[in-house]
């Protein structure tokens, strides 16, 4: 029997998405032996010039590549992560009370290192906060051998191995011990969760010992971040952002972090504070950011947000950092939540998606599961061709509107 116009366009559909389903996995490559790997990487560290003693006893505990971290390496997860639901899985009113607890413990050390950077002592806490539950966890592998696994193999070999390479340099500085170097799988190492190549640049010996332990010394950790923030651009007199009301009818083209505008300015065009004030008068730029889309909290997102993404290039983190160091010094929960619980959207059907936008000749690139910039202005053309808010939000119930456009044509 024939296929119908409507089953031909969804055996279409069903094909391409799992051509690049397949076009995103791993593929097979031959491989150098690990111990001539490991020779060859001993050549390349000399030549860098780490001392051969240092080599001896740090190369000496690398083992065979650690199979959970290829693993970890190369899962996706299953379901994207909602705004909601990564907020509310780190704003909890223990850590709050928490990190209000620990910014009057360690008052003084906090105001000599603002005065120092310019960095304010709640977003410090913050990111402490977030990157390692205020030191409780910085992860449980071995920085090298982690990074060793990373490098040995082939998907992002180059990256992995200038890190191990920064690494074996920061333990010839005697900034640590081999065995003390721990880190995440990634090789993100203490309680500021540095990678080496950071470490290297930024990190700070705020205790004036002579060596930098982003693992133990408190003055240590919050001067490197501190140095990071600064140096990265923050500004001492601003603040992260706010959550805001846009007015009716706001043109939402008008959002997204490549448009600024001044405080005086979206003042100007109807945007309000959370708590139906006017935002006033100010020459500080800010962007309309929309991490749920247009019915979700909306928040006027000013320069240290984006030096935020500077550290972290996701604007969940970012604002978490901000909305976190605000409860911190007594500020209000986020007023705005959609007012219904929203589906996450897997990676497959984000893969669906975009091929979907493929398909109705709205470029993505290759599909690939990540809701990247292109994918969303991607969203945002079909969503301006489709008559719909143009917030760029790629949600559920737009995946099944544009299922059904395809079946249908």
């Known amino acids: 029997m024939p296929l119908t116009k409507s089953s031909q366009a969804f055996l279409q559909t069903a094909c391409l998405i799992l051509a690049s389903l397949l076009s995103v996995g791993s593929i097979a490559q031959e491989q150098q032996p690990f111990a001539d790997w490991l020779a060859d990487l001993r050549s390349e560290a000399l030549a860098e010039g780490v001392t051969e003693s240092l080599l001896d006893e740090a190369l000496g505990v690398i083992e065979e590549p650690i199979p959970r971290v290829i693993e970890l390496d190369q899962s996706q997860p299953e379901f994207v992560q909602t705004f909601s639901n990564y907020m509310n899985n780190r704003l909890s009113q223990a850590r709050i009370e928490r990190g209000q607890a620990l910014l009057e413990e360690h008052s003084e050390l906090f105001s000599r290192i603002s005065r120092e950077y310019g ?119 601003e603040r992260w952002g706010r959550e805001v009301t846009l007015p009716q ?56 947000f984006r030096t935020t993404m500077v550290w972290n290039r996701s604007t969940y983190y970012a604002i978490s950092v901000g909305h976190l160091a605000d409860r911190f010094v007594g500020g209000g929960e986020i007023q705005h939540w959609p007012e219904t619980n929203e589906r996450a959207l897997s990676r497959a059907e984000v893969i669906e998606l975009q091929t979907l936008l493929n398909s109705m000749d709205i470029d993505v690139g290759t599909p690939d599961g990540i809701l990247g ?37």
Not at 382 to 398: C, I, K, N, R, V
Request: charged share 20%; hydrophobic share 40%; aromatic share 12%.
């Open 119 to 237: 960095v304010q002592p709640h977003y410090l806490v913050s990111f402490w906060a977030l990157e390692s539950n205020f030191g409780d966890y910085t992860g449980g592998f071995s920085v090298l051998n982690a990074l060793a696994t990373l490098a040995y193999d082939p998907r992002r070999s180059n990256f992995f191995r200038n890190e191990l390479i920064t690494a074996l340099k920061i333990l010839d500085a005697g900034h640590i011990s081999v065995a003390d170097m721990s880190g995440s799988w990634a090789g993100a190492m203490g309680q500021c969760q540095f990678m080496p190549s950071t470490f290297d640049r930024y990190a700070v010996d705020g205790d004036n010992d002579g060596r930098i332990d982003i693992w133990n010394s408190l003055p240590d950790i919050f001067a490197s971040a501190a140095n990071f923030l600064s140096e990265s651009g923050w500004r001492p007199d």
């Open 249 to 304: 009818g706001f043109d939402f083209t008008e959002s997204g972090t490549a448009i600024r505008k001044s405080v005086t300015e979206w003042n100007a065009l109807g945007v309000m504070r959370s708590d139906g004030s006017t935002l006033g008068n100010s020459s500080i730029e800010g962007s309309i950011v929309l991490p749920a889309g247009a019915s979700g909290p909306i928040f006027l997102a000013y320069n240290n």
């Open 373 to 409: 910039s292109r994918t969303r202005g991607a969203v945002r053309t079909f969503q301006e061709e489709s008559g719909l808010p143009t917030d760029g939000y790629a949600s559920f119930d737009l995946l099944e509107m544009m299922r059904v456009m395809a079946i249908g044509e």
